[in-house]
T-cell receptor, first 112, second 112 residues
């Protein structure tokens, strides 16, 4: 079993839709979770960071961690064509050491 | 601020050859991590350098080695290249203990 699993998609939605991206993780001891966005031919950029459980909101983006089910989610409201990218979930098992474990990534296309 | 820079952008090598990839971290950052991203996959952690020493290592063979210089820039060396080493190699920089890693655009390595 992979430590972080993510449906690769692709996911295609119309502009303005609410997007839900999800990952599961294997180890209940994981506490630090991140979402990265990667445009084609670019490096990943950090979107959201959460520690432990609960919700965190930043503009149109909301990150959610459900530790009971070992499930992390990223919601994008009012999706825009510029949101079209690959979204990667990640965890730092040892806690802010920088040794990240990434999911496979979900490719999102937002159609105008 | 130039951000994280990597060179070269693209590289084509033959099986058995050796390759060196270079990374300059974001200004003020002293920790450099290297990742390998195969096509359609999430990045995989190779190793991390801090204070010119390898601080953490992922599950990669000894053919993968690195170096960090006093100005915090870093090199990734891969010996005896295999076809399976074809990937995007990403460099990320951060401050110690910070969850925020900044990724460069990557070097696309093709092994023929």
């Amino acid at each position: 079993q992979k430590e972080v699993e993510q449906d690769p998609g692709p996911l295609s939605v119309p502009e303005g839709a609410i997007v839900s991206l999800n990952c599961t993780y294997s180890n209940s001891a994981f506490q630090y979770f991140m979402w990265y966005r990667q445009y084609s031919r670019k490096g990943p950029e950090l979107l959201m960071y959460t520690y432990s459980s609960g919700n965190k909101e930043d503009g149109r983006f909301t990150a959610q961690v459900d530790k009971s089910s070992k499930y992390i989610s990223l919601f994008i409201r009012d999706s825009q064509p510029s949101d079209s990218a690959t979204y990667l979930c990640a965890t730092d098992p040892s806690g802010n050491t920088g040794k990240l474990i990434f999911g496979q990534g979900t490719t999102l296309q937002v159609k105008p | 601020d130039a951000g994280v820079t990597q060179s070269p952008t693209h590289l084509i090598k033959t099986r058995g050859q050796q390759v060196t990839l270079r990374c300059s971290p974001k200004s003020g950052h002293d920790t450099v991590s290297w990742y390998q991203q195969a096509l359609g996959q999430g990045p995989q952690f190779i190793f991390q350098y801090y204070e010119e020493e390898e601080r953490q290592r992922g599950n990669f063979p000894d053919r993968f080695s690195g170096h960090q210089f006093p100005n915090y820039s870093s090199e990734l060396n891969v010996n005896a290249l295999l076809l399976g080493d074809s990937a995007l190699y990403l460099c990320a920089s951060s401050l110690p203990g910070s969850y925020e890693q900044y990724f460069g655009p990557g070097t696309r390595l093709t092994v023929t």
